[in-house]
């Protein structure tokens, strides 16, 4: 299976993320990239290819011109008003108040955000733009007949909302990858999300949507971020009614429990018959991630790309979250390992 990767995904280079009422450094670092690339030419996996340049057309597929916009300019809007550090939304439109967007840059960055700890620096803008283009390189790959690809993404995309960053997330990578495969002309694309958290941005994204069906496996939202989506009533709205399917576990869940939900997912997708699947790949369910609850072993996710294969789509994987950065490559490359077994 090929891999693209983009170096510029170094742009992203925080060094605040709010937690539990201080500034940490972000789980969402660098070093997570590079070490799956590390174990993609360690495990000899397939060539690595750079990403092609598609510009915003895609994006604006996606995401709205506003936001897109705000995004491109945050750092620099930032900058010029003198703030001390990196550039954190404090403040939102709460139940009652007004949605429309202010002039100032505080007011605009909790108009476009859902949550705070996903700190904007100077070269994010680059980087979200080079994750995009990862995922759109890939997903080419795939289209044009590959089998799988697997887009190395860097920042993830699952949390993005058409308008709202959050969640590490700004662009997202899985979402403007499916609508590429529908403007090319496949007529059902499924999109599965099987990092640890809800794709929120996902979901709402194409809930109202049948063209799409998106399902997410994830830790119980009454008890993990993104607190507000996820629950397992969420199943779409008039088109897309019966097109979202949401898969909640708690704390402590196995391989052997969060299988039967990939069970219950890819009975799913084979009946939905989708002409391309997008696979949202987060290692966070891995026993030792630092923000997470699921239980998997290192060995669960060849097991988990293994029933991904049996399938039989062309699949797209992109990447999202995973934070033991020991582990990650491991993980990951497990996956697509099992996958390339599988098949
Ligand atoms: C992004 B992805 C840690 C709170 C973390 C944000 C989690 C974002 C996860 N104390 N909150 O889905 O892996
Ligand atoms: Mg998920
Ligand atoms: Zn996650």
Excluded at 144 to 153: I, K, Q
Excluded at 215 to 241: A, K, M, Q
Excluded at 244 to 271: D, H, K
Aim: hydrophobic residues 40%; glycine residues 10%.
């Amino acid at each position: 299976m090929k891999t693209v990767f983009s170096p510029l995904h170094n742009r992203r280079t925080a060094t605040t993320e709010l937690d539990g009422g201080v500034l940490i450094a972000p789980h969402e670092k660098p070093s997570r990239a590079e070490t799956i690339l590390g174990r993609v030419k360690q495990e000899q996996l397939g060539d690595v290819l750079p990403p092609e340049d598609f510009g915003l057309e895609p994006v604006l597929r996606v995401h709205t011109p506003d936001y897109v916009s705000f995004l491109q300019t945050c750092w620099k809007d930032w900058e010029a008003e003198d703030k001390p550090g990196e550039a954190i939304p404090a403040v939102w439109p709460g139940r009652g108040m007004r949605e429309r967007v202010p002039k100032d840059i505080d007011g605009r960055l909790g108009y476009y955000s859902f949550a705070a700890e996903t700190s904007i620096t100077e070269g994010t803008w680059d980087a979200a733009c080079a994750s995009a283009n990862v995922a759109l390189t890939a997903q080419a790959l795939v289209a044009n007949g590959e089998p799988a690809a697997f887009a190395l993404c860097r920042p993830p995309g699952h949390h993005a909302h058409a308008d709202l960053l959050g969640g590490y997330c700004f662009f997202n990578n899985a979402a403007i990858s499916a609508q590429a495969f529908r403007d090319q002309g496949a007529k059902r694309v499924a999109i599965l999300d099987v990092d640890f958290h809800h794709g929120n941005g996902t979901q709402a994204i194409f809930y109202q949507r049948s063209d799409v069906l998106t399902i997410s496996l994830h830790g119980d939202p009454d008890l993990v971020f993104p607190h507000f989506l996820g629950f397992e009533d969420e199943t779409g709205e008039g088109d897309g009614n019966g097109y979202n399917q949401n898969l909640v576990y708690p704390p402590g869940t196995p391989f052997e429990v969060w299988r039967e939900g990939l069970e219950t997912a890819c009975q799913r997708i084979t009946e939905y018959q989708p002409e391309a699947l997008v696979i949202a790949l987060g290692v966070d369910t891995f026993e030792d991630d630092p923000i997470s609850f699921f239980k998997l072993t290192s060995a669960d996710y060849l097991l988990m790309g293994e029933r991904l294969a049996t399938l039989n789509l062309p699949t797209l994987f992109t990447m999202e979250g995973g934070y033991d950065v020991d582990a990650i490559g491991v993980n990951v490359v497990n996956v697509l390992k099992g996958f390339e077994r599988g098949r």
